[in-house]
Nanobody, 124 residues
């Protein structure tokens, strides 16, 4: 059974940083692309970033480029999202997803597996 568990969310002031982690119980973790999405209240879930199975290819939503960094450790079955220079508009529930395309702006429904999400709140 596939399980994705996010952690690292919380409350941070604007300009601050957070590092999200996603621990995956996937037998073939090192062979699947991983992604991060987010959903703010009243808005649709949107793509944030994705990373290839080997970690050499990444993609980001334009507004995250230069602020967010996705990475993975296949030995630990974990994917990370380092978020710097956070803004109040980054406030959302952040979701980890597995087994989907790498292209920026991908529809969330193209990812197969999902975590329960972790809340990120950025105060002004």
């Amino acid at each position: 059974q596939v399980q994705l568990v996010e952690s690292g969310g919380g409350l941070v002031q604007a300009g601050g940083s957070l590092r999200l982690s996603c621990a995956a119980s996937i037998r073939a973790f090192s062979t699947v692309n991983m992604g991060w999405f987010r959903q703010a209240p009243g808005k649709e879930r949107e793509f944030v970033a994705a990373i290839s199975w080997i970690g050499t290819i990444t993609s980001y939503k334009d507004s995250m480029k230069g602020r967010f960094t996705i990475s993975r450790d296949n030995a630990k079955n974990t994917v990370y999202l380092q978020m710097n220079s956070l803004k109040p508009e980054d406030t959302a529930v952040y979701y980890c997803a597995a087994d989907g395309p790498l292209r920026a702006g991908v529809n969330p429904y193209e990812y197969t597996y999902w975590g329960q999400g972790t809340q990120v709140t950025v105060s002004s």
